[in-house]
């Protein structure tokens, strides 16, 4: 059995930073001209008022205090309130593929070789531009890459069951090397009228080059994966194909991502301390062999409730479990490897989680070490 590594990593982040101020400003600004306009509704109780939002509940519910959007002109603007973006032309690249490629050369580089030296690409990601041709076999095109290539969704988790395929594929001998993308672009997905999500998403993309027997210097062994799912309806998406043809048609802000927050925190923070507990156990790991955590960065909150549960206590080293959150906000799949990308602090021999967990419900774990 050959070792496989992750021996490199690369990530895009969107152009425009929005503050919690600036995304505040513009969400109270719509409140308020929505109560005016359904004043009578709301006084007769046929419709209920909004309430507003403020940097102080932002970053209270969730440690947000910026997130890189794609288009902050329409984000932020009352009458438009998401970002506006050209219809896919066939003749040139696709947005998804744009931001993959970003993303890949970095990665690639990091690795120390190129894109004829991959086998395959995966992408995965929760939310996909299209339903074919498969992104990842634009991105092969783009780059030049021959093999294989495919798509896939797993919500939040799609970054780490993505790295998890490329591992059983080297493992059973189709490819050598693998490149995983995991472009999220989250924005047009958001609801930016709703109180609850309009601060939540951020848009970036990452990339992770998985490889037999790398030499990179940058290498880290994949010691072991766990994987678990369990249907919820608590994070959620309606959007599909299907939608054109339901009668009575949903409302378009059904098919918004959307949550119940408080069940999702109850439900997955014991369920990821148990996954990763029970792995370690399994594998005769202590705990304090871990060196760093890269969690999903869904919400400080989880992150801190999780590494209590796994640590035994709230006092640790804020370097052990890193937070991109703060200035990224929620990039969906792309959290977990961005942190690592951007907060990897291994020597050699030491040992770290990657573990996403997200809507299905879904939850990966890879134990690595620093080669």
């Known amino acids: 059995m050959h070792d496989i590594y992750i021996s490199g990593t690369g990530h895009w982040k969107a152009q425009h930073l929005v503050t919690n101020e600036e995304i505040v400003s513009s969400f109270n600004e719509y409140v308020r001209l929505y109560n005016i306009e359904h004043e009578e509704e709301i006084l007769t109780g046929s419709k209920e008022a909004l309430g507003p939002s403020s940097v102080e509940f932002i970053e209270k519910a969730s440690g947000i205090k910026t997130r890189y959007l794609i288009d902050k002109k329409n984000c932020l603007d009352i009458n438009v309130m998401k970002p506006i973006l050209s219809p896919e032309n ?148 309606d959007f599909g194909y299907l939608n054109r043809v339901e009668e009575p048609p949903k409302d378009k802000k059904d098919l918004f991502f959307k949550q119940n927050g408080k069940g999702v925190f109850k439900e997955v923070c014991p369920m990821v301390a148990s996954l990763v507990t029970d792995q370690l156990s399994r594998l005769d790991i202590p705990v304090s062999d871990i060196s760093q955590f890269w969690l999903h960065q869904a919400n400080a909150n989880m992150c801190r409730v999780i590494m209590t549960r796994i640590l035994g206590t709230s006092d640790y080293d804020p370097d052990m479990a890193p937070m991109i959150l703060s200035e990224f906000g929620n990039v969906a799949s792309a959290g977990s490897v961005l942190s690592y990308h951007l907060n990897n602090n291994l020597q050699k021999g030491d040992k770290g989680i990657i573990c996403s967990f997200g809507a299905g419900y879904s939850i990966c774990s890879l134990v690595i070490e620093r080669a």
């Open 90 to 237: 066939p003749g040139k690249i696709s947005i998804l593929a744009e931001m993959s490629i970003h993303a890949a050369k970095e990665a690639l580089d990091q690795a120390g070789i190129q894109a004829k030296d991959v086998d395959a690409v995966i992408l995965g990601t929760s939310h996909i531009s299209r339903n074919y041709p498969a992104i990842a076999c634009e991105v092969m095109d783009e780059l030049g890459i021959e093999g294989y290539g495919y798509d896939m969704l797993i919500g939040c988790s799609s970054t780490t069951f993505a790295i998890s395929n490329a591992y059983s594929d080297i493992a059973s001998g189709l490819a050598d090397t693998i490149l995983v993308i995991n472009p999220e672009l989250t924005s047009p997905h958001n609801d930016f009228t709703l109180r609850d999500s309009h601060f939540i998403f951020g848009d970036a993309c990452v990339a992770t080059v998985v490889q037999k027997d790398s030499t990179s210097k940058n290498r880290a062994r994949i010691l072991d994966r766990k994987l678990v799912t369990q249907f919820s309806n608590n994070i959620r998406s």
